[in-house]
């Protein structure tokens, strides 16, 4: 068993708790409620799935629809956030399930739906 597969098998408690002082855990814990206006909104979209790359200091999200399209969008920083547009507009047909990834290059979209990648 690696040590990956020690954290992951962990019961969700544990990580609530932060029983090994982890920093990647530490701001989910607090008895303060976060809130947060969105960056970016689409009235007019049921967003299934989102994936994130990092280009610099900036950061784009591209997201699923329950209609089976991409869209994408500039999420930071927030004072430039901005919706994308595309000239080619991606269109599956088909809900975009939650498992969508970037190649580590972050050129690529893997994108799934219930009958194709």
Do not use: W
Request: glycine letters at 4%.
């Amino acid at each position: 068993m690696t040590a990956d597969d020690k954290i992951v098998n962990k019961s969700e408690d544990y990580f609530l708790c932060n029983e090994d002082n982890r920093p990647l855990y530490r701001q989910i814990i607090g008895n303060r409620t976060l809130s947060s206006q969105p960056v970016v909104d689409y009235d007019d979209a049921e967003l299934t799935a989102v994936a994130v790359s990092v280009l610099d200091d900036t950061i784009f999200a591209a997201f699923g629809t329950a209609k089976g399209e991409i869209l994408k969008a500039v999420i930071y920083p927030t004072y430039s956030a901005v919706k994308l547009k595309e000239p080619r507009i991606h269109n599956f047909g088909r809900d975009i399930l939650h498992d969508m990834y970037t190649s580590p290059d972050d050129k690529h979209l893997f994108v799934l739906t219930r009958k194709q990648v």
